[in-house]
């Protein structure tokens, strides 16, 4: 597990800089799905923060607002500032041009769905290279290819291969490779494990982990990881920081050696990840999430918290842990 040496990022200017981003959906008939409320994190370079929860927390709907690919009926607030670039405002065509890709490289939770059919892995390498990077001619565009695939694990002998030949593993490790070939500063991996036995999860993490330890072009600010999973033991192998995301609040923003460790997380909920782990108390959070449409005027979580009372129907107050009662230390050695 990595250390870190607090909650707040370490180093100057964070890559990425997100100030009480929010979404919502509006629904017929005039109903509105609250998402995502109010997120504020900051990731700095060299830095991976794990963003995690159960799943329909509104994880992935934040990592789509962050790369302008959210449907039609979506509504944006706050920002995102990646550098000088708000994400949020940004237009289709710098988006396309700029963002994606040169900025951003995305590890997508579906890879199969994201590499293209009736091509080959080697040929779609070939074109991310000579899209993004400064690479000309046929050879030298073939042996970066070659290199961004064993930069990612990606064998040799997979390469003239079509998606549909691959593995789950291999469909992973090719989505990786074309992540890592724009060298971006910030590196957003959606679900990077799903479906992966554990060898591969490992690998896949920590190969995203080395990107981000490795300098970065020359006299850039270095890179910065955002990985979004609900995959504890990912999280725990590489993450610096973790920020817990409940019904699309983020309730708690915490050092991970801390957090995994001691004196551990301060929010129920966040106890309750950890301990319903099958190498920890294996104790199951009781109850639902509940819906992001119909969400309590007070805090989400109070309805599955043995430690709620009456002050719950109220919303908790802003920072690191969004908790009427959270746990101190010395709840969390008894």
Known sequence: MRAASGPAPAGGEPVLSVRGLSVRFLMPGGRRVAAVTGARFDVAAGECLALIGESGCGKSVLASALLGLLPGNAQTAGSAFLGDLDLLTADERTLARTVHGRLVGLVPQSPAAHLTPVRTVRSQLVETVAALTATRGRAALRAAAEAAAERAAFPADHLDRYPHELSGGLAQRAATALALVGDAPLLLADEP?????????????????????????????????????????????????????????????ADAAG????????????????????????????????????????????ARCDRATDTCAALPPAGTVACHHPHVPEDLRA
């Open 193 to 253: 494990t799903t479906g992966l036995d554990r060898d591969l999860v490992d690998r896949t993490v920590d190969e995203l982990r080395r990107h981000v330890d490795e300098p970065g072009q020359a006299n850039g600010p270095g890179r910065a990881l955002l990985m979004i999973t609900h995959d504890l033991a990912a999280a725990e192998r590489i993450a610096d920081r973790v920020a817990v995301m409940y019904a699309g609040r983020i309730v708690e923003l």
């Open 259 to 302: 957090f995994f460790g001691s004196p551990g997380p301060r929010h129920p909920y966040s106890r309750g990840l950890l301990q319903a782990l099958p190498d920890r108390a294996f104790t199951p959070i009781p109850g639902m999430p509940p819906e992001l449409g119909d969400l309590p005027e007070g805090c989400a979580f109070a």
